[in-house]
């Protein structure tokens, strides 16, 4: 049978003073696109995670029937407080986690019970083994790592604690992410690679994710849009999505496991790939 690759979606938790309301409209307007799942973001050390993530989790997973993954960040959770999570998620019936570290927020002191997403993922299997785990990667390499074989090393060590599957850090170039693949596979991680997509519709979300993942490499084609359209919100928006849909169509036409869309809880970004992209992820006839 040909290979069918995945079209799922990545939201965010609001703030909890800002409510849900907005969320769960975006949720039920991306419900009828069927995305094969939807994973909740979680906050490292800011929200508690009951509220935020595994709420949503469960909104997607039973209210929405969409298969769910909750995000969760470690290395400022205790094991007690990871059980309690589990425990959260086991009664809501999600058993998908995107186990993480989470990012080292300074001036802040991690918890020792978790040092990396591996000394986690490790946890669950122990804990509770009839969770799924997914891990996260990076075709740029994470920023704390010296250079990419260390990366790609400690990636293997991941994926042998337990990942079925790994999803990367977006990209905008797709050349990065199939040189990864290859290294991936030499390193003998067999597991499927969902890859991030963000498609860009604003200049200012633009500048603040070059801020804040500074490991991104832009090619000159995503730069030229950026600087030709910087005061023409309109036609920025129109090419961020065009450059994203031409960067599915291409993973997908070289066998990607899946596309992951980083969707900023925007119905209208995740309506417009899918329409776009819609024939490319449909299943085909054996
Ligand atoms: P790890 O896999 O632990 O790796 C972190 C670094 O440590 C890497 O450089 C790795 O090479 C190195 N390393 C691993 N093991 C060892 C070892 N034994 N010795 C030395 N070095 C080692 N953050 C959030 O807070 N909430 C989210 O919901 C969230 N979702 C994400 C989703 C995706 C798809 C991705 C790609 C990232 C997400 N992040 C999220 C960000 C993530 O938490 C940060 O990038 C964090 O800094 C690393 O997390 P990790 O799980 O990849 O870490």
Redesign the pocket.
């Known amino acids: 049978m040909a290979h069918t690759p995945s079209l799922s979606f990545?939201i965010?938790p609001p703030n909890p003073a800002a409510g849900n309301e907005k969320i769960l409209s975006a949720l039920r307007h991306m419900q009828d696109l069927a995305p094969h799942f939807i994973s909740v973001?979680?906050?490292?050390n800011k929200y508690n995670l009951e509220d935020t993530t595994v709420r949503l989790a469960d909104y997607i997973h039973n209210d929405l029937g969409i298969p769910s993954i909750a995000?969760l960040?470690a290395i400022y959770l205790t094991k007690e407080e990871v059980t309690n999570i589990l425990v959260a998620l086991d009664q809501i019936g999600v058993h998908n986690i995107?186990?993480?570290?989470?990012?080292?927020i300074p001036n802040i002191t991690p918890r020792e019970d978790f040092?990396?997403?591996?000394d986690l993922i490790s946890f669950i299997k122990d804990e509770a083994p009839h969770f799924d785990i997914i891990?996260?990667?990076?075709p740029e390499s994470?920023?704390?790592?010296p250079n990419q074989v260390?990366?790609i090393k400690?990636?293997k060590?991941?994926v042998d604690a337990g990942c079925s599957s790994l999803?990367?850090?977006l990209f905008f170039d797709n050349e990065v992410f199939y040189d990864f693949q290859e290294k991936c596979l030499l390193a003998g991680i067999e597991v499927p690679i969902l890859a991030?997509i963000m498609p860009i519709i604003n200049r200012n979300q633009a500048l603040r994710l070059l801020n804040t993942c500074e490991n991104i490499r832009l090619p000159r084609k995503f730069r030229a849009i950026l600087d030709k359209y910087e005061h023409d919100p309109e036609s920025l928006r129109a090419a961020g999505l065009a450059y994203a849909v031409d960067q599915i169509v291409d993973l997908v036409t070289q066998d990607v496991a899946g596309i992951?869309l980083y969707t900023m809880n925007n119905p209208q970004v995740a309506n417009y790939i899918h329409h776009a992209t819609y024939s490319l992820f449909k299943h085909s006839a054996v």
């Open positions: 990545e965010f973001t979680a906050s490292n995000h960040p995107l186990a993480l570290r989470g990012d080292r040092h990396y997403a591996t891990g996260a990667c990076y994470h920023p704390d790592s260390s990366d400690h990636l060590t991941k999803v990367t850090q991030g992951h």
